[in-house]
Antibody, heavy 121, light 107 residues
Framework: QVQLVQSGAEVKKPGASVHVSCKAS????????MHWVRQAPGQGLEWMGWINPNSGGTNYAQKFQGRVTMTRDTSISTAYMELSSLRSDDTAVYYC??????????????WGQGTLVTVSS | DIQMTQSPSSLSASVGDRVTITCRASQSISSHLNWYQQIPGKAPKLLIYAASSLQSGVPSRFSGSGSGTDFTLTISSLQPEDFATYYCQQSYSTPITFGQGTRLEIK
C-alpha cells in the first residue's frame, strides 16, 4: 500500500533552517510529483510547491521563493523540503503529498503524517 | 492567484442530517476542484476530485457538484466519523489554493 512517512518534529531558532524528509513506499516514486503543503496552528492549508522526482524539477510558490528548496533521492525513494531563514510564523505542520492527475488537474491522493516545525527563540 | 471562499466557516449538525458546504472560486476553474476532509491531528484525506468524482474507498454519502465558479460538497446522512473540517482546493492554475475550511461540529 502507498505510504508517505515523514521525519519527526523539529524545534528551531529564528534564522535557522529545517530539513524535512518524506519517504515513499508502495508505488513507483519517480512516477508521481510530490507536493508540500503546510498548516499553521489552527489555520488552513497553504501550498508551498512541488518536485518532479523523476527529473528533479521544481516549482515553488512565490511566497517561498528564495527560502525553500525541494530535492529528492531516488535511490531511497525520499523527497526533502528545506526551509531557511525561519521565522516564528513558519511554525506549522508540514505535509508531503503525492499527486495524481485527472482530466481536471491534479489532486493530492496520499499524504504524509505531517511534521511539526516549531520556530522559537 | 485564484481565491477560494467556503461557506459557512462552521456548521453544527446532527447525526443523520443532510449537509451542504459551498465553495466559490474568484474566477472560472471549470471542474478543477477537489474536496478534502481533515480530522484534528490528522493529514487531509481526498474525498472528491474533478468536482464530482468520488475517490476510491470514500463512502457514497459524500457527493460533489458544480463547475465554473460555484461548487458544493454534500453529505447525505451524517455519521459520527464525519465531524471534521472540510477544504476545497482548485487545481486549475498554479499556485494551488485552498478554501479556508468549513468546520463541521456535532449539534
Amino acid at each position: 500500500q502507498v505510504q508517505l512517512v515523514q521525519s519527526g518534529a523539529e524545534v528551531k531558532k529564528p534564522g535557522a533552517s529545517v530539513h524535512v524528509s518524506c519517504k515513499a513506499s508502495g508505488y513507483n516514486f519517480t512516477g508521481y510529483y510530490m507536493h508540500w503543503v503546510r498548516q499553521a496552528p489552527g489555520q488552513g492549508l497553504e501550498w508551498m510547491g512541488w518536485i518532479n522526482p523523476n527529473s528533479g524539477g521544481t516549482n515553488y510558490a512565490q511566497k517561498f521563493q528564495g527560502r525553500v528548496t525541494m530535492t529528492r533521492d531516488t535511490s531511497i525513494s525520499t523527497a526533502y523540503m528545506e526551509l531557511s531563514s525561519l521565522r516564528s510564523d513558519d511554525t506549522a505542520v508540514y505535509y508531503c503529498a503525492r499527486v495524481v492527475y485527472s482530466n481536471y488537474g491534479e489532486n493530492l491522493d496520499y499524504w504524509g503524517q505531517g511534521t511539526l516545525v516549531t520556530v522559537s527563540s | 492567484d485564484i481565491q477560494m471562499t467556503q461557506s459557512p466557516s462552521s456548521l453544527s449538525a446532527s447525526v443523520g442530517d443532510r449537509v451542504t458546504i459551498t465553495c466559490r472560486a474568484s474566477q472560472s476553474i471549470s471542474s478543477h476542484l477537489n474536496w478534502y476532509q481533515q480530522i484534528p491531528g490528522k493529514a487531509p484525506k481526498l474525498l472528491i476530485y474533478a468536482a464530482s468524482s468520488l475517490q476510491s474507498g470514500v463512502p457514497s454519502r459524500f457527493s460533489g457538484s458544480g463547475s465554473g465558479t460555484d461548487f458544493t460538497l454534500t453529505i447525505s446522512s451524517l455519521q459520527p466519523e464525519d465531524f471534521a473540517t472540510y477544504y476545497c482546493q482548485q487545481s486549475y492554475s498554479t499556485p494551488i489554493t485552498f478554501g479556508q475550511g468549513t468546520r463541521l461540529e456535532i449539534k
